[in-house]
Every structure is written in structure tokens, then in C-alpha cells.
């Protein structure tokens, strides 16, 4: 069995990103996807860093990371816009995604693209009732359940396991096949190593239980 874990928040340009090649790669790999939403901020304040990052970079740093983004977009031809009011609140997003069940791909894929692609506040409920609409769902119906206390439990959980596991940031991938019990990758440009690990590469970390630092330099 091989599995790849897609952790993310709507809030991160790299996780919109990803979410538009992971799809791909798990079919090309013959891998199960599963979609784990977790809340970035929460993440944040765990590790006590500041919830907008960014804001601390300095000015050239900021200006080639804003750079970066788009030139990922355009290499992967997808649609890319930010939104005047970056960074958004999503938790109610987040909780509605959830609210849908079997359906959590295809919500998240609509709150992805009001976020990223058409540059809309998804912290606003009109908002997320629309996108959800737009991808069949039933939005009211989502944004309803997303008050429901078990759905507020479920996002802390899964906050909780993504930190648990080491994930700091998004996206963040989690690989499992029958050679690697565990292999976490950080950001959307690792996705060639996801694909590798999934397809027979086993990291170096991987290989030994306990690598010494020329193997890992190495």
C-alpha cells in the first residue's frame, strides 16, 4: 500500500499550489491520497512563530518570495492572484470542507480556488456558501454543520496530529509505502521527492535508524 498524506490550509499560496499537481501525482504513482486539512495558525502558535511570517521577512526576501509564488503558477499554468485582504481567517472554511465528508476533495479544490484563483475573503460566509455552491455541494447546508462542536473537534485534532507528526508549515506531504513508515516533505517544491518516495527512492534518513551526519551531509 502507498499513501501520501497532503496536509494544508487555504490560507498558503504554496498549498494552493500543490493541491493542483497532488491529484495528479497520486494517480501517476498509484498512490491513496488523503486530503488532511489542519489549521496553519493553530500550528503556529504551538510553535510559538509569528501567524504571518512573511511579515517578518525583510523587504527583498518578501519581494522574491511574492516573485516565487507567481513563477510557480506560471510553471505549473494555473491561476494565481492575491487577495487585498491576504491573509484570510479560515476556520470557518476549513470546518465546512470538513462538514462535507467524501466530498472534502472537491471542497477544498472550490475554497482553493475562491481563495487563490478568483482573490476572495473566504473568512467571509457568503463567501464559502458560494464556492461550495459552485462545486455542487450544498453551501448553506456546510456552513450550517461547520458550528456543529464535533467539526471544531475534528479541526483541533487534526491540528494537533499534523503537529504531532512535525509537520510546521504548508503544505506538507506524508509518505508511506511498504519501505518507508513515515517520510515527511515540506513545500510544494518537493513534490519530485514525494513522487520519488513513491515510486521505489527511499531517503537517506530512511535507510539506517540512526544516520550519522556524513551520511545525512552526504
Not at 60 to 67: D, E, I, T, V
Request: with cysteine.
Amino acid at each position: 500500500m502507498k499513501r501520501v498524506d497532503f496536509f494544508y490550509d487555504f490560507s498558503c499560496p504554496y498549498a494552493y499550489l500543490a493541491h493542483t499537481q497532488i491529484e495528479a501525482l497520486a494517480a501517476r504513482t498509484g498512490a491513496d491520497l488523503a486530503w488532511s486539512p489542519f489549521l496553519l495558525g493553530g500550528v503556529f502558535k504551538a510553535l510559538d512563530v509569528p501567524s504571518f511570517p512573511a511579515a517578518g521577512m525583510p523587504s527583498s526576501k518578501a519581494r522574491l518570495n511574492g516573485l516565487d509564488m507567481h513563477r510557480w503558477a506560471d510553471h505549473w499554468g494555473v491561476p494565481l492572484r492575491m487577495p487585498p485582504t491576504h491573509p484570510n481567517r479560515t476556520v470557518l472554511a476549513l470546518r465546512a470542507a470538513l462538514a462535507s465528508g467524501d466530498d472534502l476533495p472537491r471542497a477544498s479544490r472550490a475554497l482553493f480556488r475562491a481563495y487563490w484563483a478568483e482573490a476572495l475573503d473566504i473568512s467571509s460566509p457568503d463567501v464559502v456558501r458560494h464556492a461550495l455552491d459552485s462545486a455542487g455541494l450544498d453551501g448553506a447546508a456546510l456552513l450550517a454543520r461547520a458550528d456543529d462542536p464535533a467539526l471544531k473537534d475534528d479541526l483541533r485534532r487534526r491540528t494537533d496530529e499534523a503537529l504531532a507528526l512535525g509537520v510546521f508549515g504548508a503544505p506538507a506531504f506524508l509518505v508511506t509505502t511498504p519501505d518507508i513508515p513515515g517520510a515527511l516533505f515540506w513545500g510544494q517544491d518537493r513534490l519530485d521527492f514525494v513522487e520519488r518516495a513513491l515510486t521505489g527512492w527511499i531517503p537517506p534518513d530512511m535507510r539506517t535508524a540512526h544516520p550519522s551526519s556524513s551520511e545525512v551531509i552526504s
